[in-house]
């Protein structure tokens, strides 16, 4: 692997003091668009200053990134804290002299050194940035198009709980309701957040600047007279063919506590009057309605990567989250960005947990820390890495029995960008 000179002494490296030392340089590295003054008020208040960190050169800042505290759900387990990294920029004027590599070094030193989150994660621009820094692609998500003619489902789920009604609301007036059914998902799916305070109000935020000549953003609730048990936020974009309503539906986030509102919710949203085009642009590759959908083809799912994800530490980051099968594997990795990781780990992993050591003992499988964050949160394969060459097995059988192990159902899915 390729390392450059560190960046030279002209920049030096320090927290920002709070928002307003990112604006320019994320405004300049992301196109010269200046956010609107409600997404500045919310990235201002979500940063976290002494997570965060600035390059400066004569006292300017140059590039940015932003650290924040997560607790995120894990395979197998509840949330538990990793590292977010966002905003991650560098001026147009200071790109390609090793900025973000240092950015990004120090930050993982520094998480190392504290023995503060095991994982860090990121949403990535584009697909071949973060590889090189040991980061893998760890969730994917699908995006849906769902056209008139396609909108009938195979099964209405009747589920046991008392008949749905349908209530259309503001965001801000479904707060409560949306974080509740969010709490109650919160441990099923892995890369989901706990999302509380500003995180949550982001997520329902909808600044008219911002909405791109679409409608407001609508909230449905599914309701059963005493619960809430699923939420669908969505706004409708206005479009005519032939004299007849074709209103795009756009689906921001679609969530519900059990199968029924699941359902329900969808009926819904594909019978919205004017509609269209239902959209949706980032689902679970696993989500439920492409088994609900008579005719899933002409939906067109198509996947993408998602979050990228990363050990900090290899034996807190494998010994942090459940497995689906026991195994007993050394894995030989190699990590010249942390090279503490560097080196072999035997992992035991078990239904009761895992333990990750050091060890000297023959390697069963030989990978980088990048393929290493790709099966992180249960969603890469090792037999799919080990096809392409990007795991070695070294021990017949260790593939397969690491693939087990480390897949989890439902697959990892994030519906938050940061
Ligand atoms: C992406 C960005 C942060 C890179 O910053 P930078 O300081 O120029 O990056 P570095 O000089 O540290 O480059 C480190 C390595 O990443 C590579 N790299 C940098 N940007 C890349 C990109 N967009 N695509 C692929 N590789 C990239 C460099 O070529 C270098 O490769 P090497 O390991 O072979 O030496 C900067 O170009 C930027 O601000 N872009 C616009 C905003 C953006 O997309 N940010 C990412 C948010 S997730």
Same mark, same amino acid.
């Given at each position: 692997?390729?390392?450059?000179?560190?960046?030279?002494?002209?920049?030096?490296?320090?927290?920002?003091?709070?928002?307003?030392?990112?604006?320019?340089?994320?405004?300049?590295?992301?196109?010269?668009?200046?956010?609107?003054?409600?997404?500045?008020?919310? &990235?201002?208040?979500?940063?976290?200053?002494?997570?965060?960190?600035?390059?400066?050169?004569?006292?300017?800042?140059?590039?940015?990134? &932003?650290?924040?505290?997560?607790?995120?759900?894990?395979?197998?387990?509840?949330?538990?804290? !990793?590292?977010?990294?966002?905003?991650?920029?560098?001026?147009?004027?200071?790109?390609?002299?090793?900025?973000?590599?240092?950015?990004?070094?120090?930050?993982? =030193?520094?998480?190392?050194?504290?023995? =503060?989150?095991?994982?860090?994660?990121?949403?990535?621009?584009?697909?071949?940035?973060?590889?090189?820094?040991?980061?893998?692609?760890?969730?994917?998500? !699908?995006?849906?198009?769902?056209?008139?003619?396609?909108?009938?489902?195979?099964?209405?789920?009747?589920?046991?709980?008392?008949?749905?009604?349908?209530?259309?609301?503001?965001?801000?007036?479904?707060?409560?309701?949306?974080?509740?059914?969010?709490?109650?998902?919160?441990?099923?799916?892995?890369?989901?957040?706990?999302?509380?305070? &500003?995180?949550?109000?982001?997520?329902?935020?909808?600044?008219?600047?911002?909405?791109?000549?679409?409608?407001?953003?609508?909230?449905?609730?599914?309701?059963?007279?005493?619960? !809430?048990?699923?939420?669908?936020?969505?706004?409708?974009?206005?479009?005519?063919?032939?004299?007849?309503?074709?209103?795009?539906?756009?689906?921001?986030?679609?969530?519900?506590?059990?199968?029924?509102?699941?359902?329900?919710?969808?009926?819904?949203?594909?019978?919205?009057?004017?509609?269209?085009?239902?959209? %949706?642009?980032?689902?679970? !590759?696993?989500?439920?309605?492409? %088994?609900?959908?008579?005719?899933?083809?002409?939906?067109?799912?198509?996947?993408?990567?998602?979050?990228?994800?990363? %050990?900090?530490?290899?034996?807190?980051?494998?010994?942090?989250?459940?497995?689906?099968?026991?195994?007993?594997?050394?894995?030989?990795?190699?990590?010249?960005?942390?090279?503490?990781?560097?080196?072999?780990?035997?992992?035991?992993?078990?239904? &009761?947990?895992?333990?990750?050591?050091?060890?000297? =003992?023959?390697?069963?499988?030989?990978?980088?820390?990048?393929?290493?964050?790709?099966?992180?949160?249960?969603?890469?394969?090792?037999?799919?890495?080990?096809?392409?060459?990007?795991?070695?097995?070294?021990?017949?059988? %260790?593939?397969?029995?690491?693939?087990?192990?480390?897949?989890?159902?439902?697959?990892?899915?994030?519906?938050?960008?940061?």
């Amino acid at each position: 692997m390729h390392f450059p000179s560190p960046p030279s002494p002209d920049y030096d490296f320090r927290p920002p003091e709070d928002w307003s030392e990112f604006t320019e340089v994320v405004s300049l590295a992301y196109g010269g668009y200046d956010h609107s003054p409600e997404h500045r008020a919310t &990235a201002a208040e979500l940063l976290e200053p002494k997570r965060s960190l600035l390059a400066c050169t004569a006292g300017r800042p140059c590039a940015t990134l &932003a650290g924040y505290s997560l607790d995120m759900t894990l395979p197998g387990t509840g949330p538990r804290p !990793v590292l977010g990294l966002g905003y991650i920029a560098v001026s147009p004027a200071h790109r390609r002299r090793g900025l973000m590599r240092e950015l990004i070094r120090r930050t993982l =030193a520094d998480l190392h050194t504290t023995r =503060a989150e095991p994982v860090a994660v990121l949403n990535s621009t584009e697909p071949d940035i973060y590889g090189r820094f040991g980061f893998g692609a760890a969730s994917h998500a !699908v995006s849906l198009a769902i056209p008139v003619e396609a909108r009938e489902l195979t099964e209405m789920p009747a589920g046991d709980g008392p008949p749905l009604t349908l209530e259309v609301a503001s965001p801000a007036e479904s707060e409560a309701a949306v974080a509740a059914v969010c709490r109650a998902g919160l441990a099923e799916r892995p890369g989901t957040l706990r999302r509380e305070g &500003a995180w949550l109000r982001r997520s329902l935020a909808d600044p008219p600047a911002d909405r791109g000549g679409a409608g407001r953003l609508l909230c449905m609730l599914a309701t059963d007279g005493t619960a !809430v048990r699923g939420y669908a936020l969505y706004r409708l974009t206005a479009g005519w063919t032939r004299s007849y309503p074709r209103f795009t539906v756009s689906v921001r986030e679609l969530c519900a506590t059990d199968p029924a509102a699941y359902a329900f919710l969808w009926r819904a949203l594909l019978d919205v009057d004017l509609g269209g085009t239902v959209v %949706a642009e980032a689902r679970p !590759v696993d989500d439920p309605v492409l %088994a609900l959908l008579a005719d899933p083809r002409s939906a067109a799912p198509t996947v993408r990567d998602q979050l990228y994800a990363r %050990a900090v530490d290899v034996d807190r980051a494998l010994a942090g989250r459940g497995y689906a099968a026991e195994a007993e594997l050394v894995l030989e990795v190699s990590d010249p960005l942390c090279p503490w990781n560097e080196g072999r780990w035997r992992l035991i992993t078990g239904p &009761a947990g895992a333990d990750c050591v050091r060890t000297h =003992a023959a390697a069963d499988l030989a990978l980088t820390a990048r393929e290493l964050g790709a099966v992180l949160l249960g969603g890469g394969s090792f037999a799919q890495l080990a096809l392409a060459g990007r795991v070695t097995e070294l021990r017949p059988g %260790a593939v397969r029995a690491a693939t087990v192990a480390f897949r989890h159902d439902p697959a990892p899915y994030c519906p938050v960008v940061f």
